[in-house]
């Protein structure tokens, strides 16, 4: 059973610092993984997909990596500002099934 | 032009009514989805429909039932409203046979509080 796990829950960085987020999963049979941006009391913004062939992705400030082998995926933001503060949920496709994480909250300090 | 859009946006209602949310895509897709974002914020799915089909059902109450009239609209039916009910339900739609690695698509949920 697929089990996704991000890490940390919450995270509060200074404005400029580039930043890591990080997501698990425990069975690498994935078809892509996909990072989203959850606005307080809004719905879910696609910020990137990766399929399973690929090793990252870029937009803007924003690069996600995957290591399917290791169960593993980051998500690099640079030049952190305060717009950028958000929950980061992570969210491996296996089949007709999306697995999310429950989120990293993260609050760019001004 | 919204994608994926649902209605209604807020629900307040008290335990034991009967409510209804509705979901339609406009991007073609043959496949749509229900899922449930509970007060810890975790999103689990709970429905998944194909060409009309019923293909996944997440161990769901039977109070809750989807009904799909046609391929762009996956309409959520709820019995017997529980206050563990209270949650965020998000619509999807994905474009299925083109294989499994492409991407869903989200409506901006549905707030539902129950009383």
């Known amino acids: 059973k697929q089990e996704v796990t991000q890490i940390p829950a919450a995270l509060s960085v200074p404005e400029g610092e580039n930043l890591v987020l990080n997501c698990s999963f425990t069975d690498s049979a994935i078809y892509n993984l996909q990072w989203f941006r959850q606005d307080p009391g809004k719905g879910l913004t696609s910020l990137l997909l990766i399929q399973s062939s690929q090793r990252e992705q870029t937009s803007g400030r924003l690069n996600a990596s995957l290591d399917k082998s290791s169960g593993r995926s980051t998500l690099y933001i640079a030049a952190s500002q305060p717009g950028d503060s958000a929950t980061y949920l992570c969210?491996?496709?296996?089949?007709?099934?999306?697995?999310f994480g429950k989120g990293t909250r993260l609050h760019i300090l001004p | 032009d919204t994608a994926v859009s649902q209605t209604p946006k807020y629900l307040v209602t008290q335990m034991g009514n009967d409510k209804s949310i509705k979901c339609e895509q406009n991007l073609g897709h043959d496949t749509m989805y229900w899922y449930k974002q509970d007060s810890k914020k975790f999103l689990k799915i709970m429905f998944s429909y194909n060409n009309k089909e019923l293909i996944i059902n997440e161990t769901v109450p039977n109070r809750f039932s989807p009904k799909s009239p046609d391929k762009a609209h996956l309409n959520l039916h709820i019995n017997s409203l529980e206050l563990g009910d209270s949650a965020v339900y998000f619509c999807?739609?994905?474009?299925?046979?083109?294989?499994?690695?492409?991407?869903?698509?989200f409506g901006d949920g549905t707030r539902l509080s129950i009383l």
């Open positions: 969210a491996v496709r296996g089949d007709d099934k999306i697995i």
């Open positions: 999807a739609s994905s474009q299925r046979s083109r294989g499994f690695n492409q991407p869903q698509h």
